[in-house]
């Protein structure tokens, strides 16, 4: 049974930073690239990063580069999103997914498992 458990959402002020957790069962996440997606009420879902299987290269959508981290440790089958500078436009579901293709891509249709979400709130 393959479950995916994103925690560390919560409620910050616009400029703070928050730690998102993916924890993973049922699968070896080493065989899997891993990535972020967000969806706001009445938006539709959009890329946040993602990240191969290896580690080895990363990818950013363009609204949260230079502020986001995505990184991965396979040991402890957990995925991780730093979150820094955060702006009430950050306000979404956050979701954490795995792409069979291994490459952590932006095309949401080639990841194969997804979590439940976790809710970010940013105030202003």
């Known amino acids: 049974q393959v479950q995916l458990a994103e925690s560390g959402g919560g409620s910050v002020q616009a400029g703070g930073s928050l730690r998102l957790s993916c924890a993973a069962s049922?699968?070896?996440?080493?065989?899997?690239?891993m990535g972020w997606f967000r969806q706001a009420p009445g938006k539709e879902r959009e890329f946040v990063c993602g990240?191969?299987?290896?580690?080895?290269?990363?990818n950013y959508g363009d609204s949260v580069k230079g502020r986001f981290t995505i990184s991965r440790d396979n040991g402890k089958s957990t995925v991780y999103l730093q979150m820094n500078s955060l702006k009430p436009e950050d306000t979404a579901v956050y979701y954490c997914?795995?792409?069979?293709?291994?490459?952590?891509?932006?095309?949401?249709?080639?990841?194969?498992?997804w979590g439940q979400g976790t809710q970010v709130t940013v105030a202003s």
């Open positions: 997914a795995a792409d069979r293709r291994g490459g952590g891509g932006l095309d949401g249709r080639t990841y194969e498992y």
């Open positions: 990240i191969s299987w290896s580690g080895g290269s990363t």
């Open positions: 049922g699968i070896t996440i080493g065989w899997y690239g």
